[in-house]
């Protein structure tokens, strides 16, 4: 099992501020994915960045695989309630996913 | 709209007991899979299908098994259910190549 290691595992922020969190692996991926999750629900999938060095933006999201496929970043930008969840970064051997333990992220107004 | 469906939502079942979780997915997706969820330990591979009749094991598949008969279905039986085996367990689905997963709600298992 390739293992990936997020961080920070807890966050809390205000509402305004900007916050990067990062997944981490001794291994090169082919991709990997990122994730968010709200209580009660299943993951629902943000983005895929498959090249390394790719950097994808998603409105207030920006997304960056790292240049050796062993890493990847998540960064928003002026951080809004609706932002709060956990953030899962997941990377595939064969097509099953390996997660990584998430990022949980509350923003408060 | 097609969809991935997991039920019951919640279910409460006793030691020994066989329980079957059920995921249907309406995606024409190949590839189908079970997690569950725990606290600490994120989101562990429990088995997973490429394919009608083709089912494998993930991490952690002792004391589970699945049987895939056709394209939309892929049933989780706990063999004989377990306090360790209360979780949240989650369904997936994905077609063939670097695409994401469609995730069910989940269902809530606990083993008394």
């Known amino acids: 099992t390739q293992l990936l290691e997020q961080s920070p595992q807890f966050l809390s922020i205000q509402e305004g501020e900007n916050l990067t969190v990062y997944c981490n692996s001794s291994?090169?991926?082919?991709?990997l994915q990122w994730y968010r999750q709200e209580p009660g629900e299943g993951p629902v999938l943000l983005v895929t960045?498959?090249?390394?060095?790719e950097v994808k933006k998603l409105k207030r999201l920006t997304f960056q695989f790292g240049d050796a496929r062993k890493d990847s970043s998540l960064h928003i930008t002026a951080a809004q309630p609706g932002d709060t969840g956990l953030y899962l970064c997941?990377?595939?051997?064969?097509?099953?996913?390996?997660f990584g333990k998430g990022t949980s992220l509350l923003v408060t107004p | 709209d097609a969809e991935i469906t997991q039920s019951p939502r919640h279910k409460i079942t006793e030691t020994g007991r066989q329980v079957t979780l059920a995921c249907h997915q309406t995606?024409?997706?190949?590839?189908m899979f079970w997690y569950r969820q725990d606290l600490g330990h994120g989101l562990r591979l429990i088995h997973y299908?490429?394919?009608?009749?083709?089912?494998n094991k993930g991490e952690v598949s002792d004391g589970y098994s699945v049987s895939r008969s056709n394209t939309e279905d892929l049933p989780l039986t706990l063999e004989s259910a377990a306090s360790s085996q209360t979780s949240v367990y989650f369904c997936?689905?994905?077609?063939?190549?670097?695409?994401?997963?469609?995730f069910g709600s989940g269902t809530r298992l606990t083993v008394v």
């Open positions: 291994s090169v991926f082919s991709s």
């Open positions: 960045v498959v090249t390394g060095g």
């Open positions: 995606w024409n997706h190949n590839n």
């Open positions: 299908s490429y394919g009608v009749q083709d089912t």
């Open positions: 997941a990377g595939p051997t064969g097509y099953a996913l390996n």
């Open positions: 997936a689905s994905s077609r063939d190549g670097p695409y994401g997963y469609t």
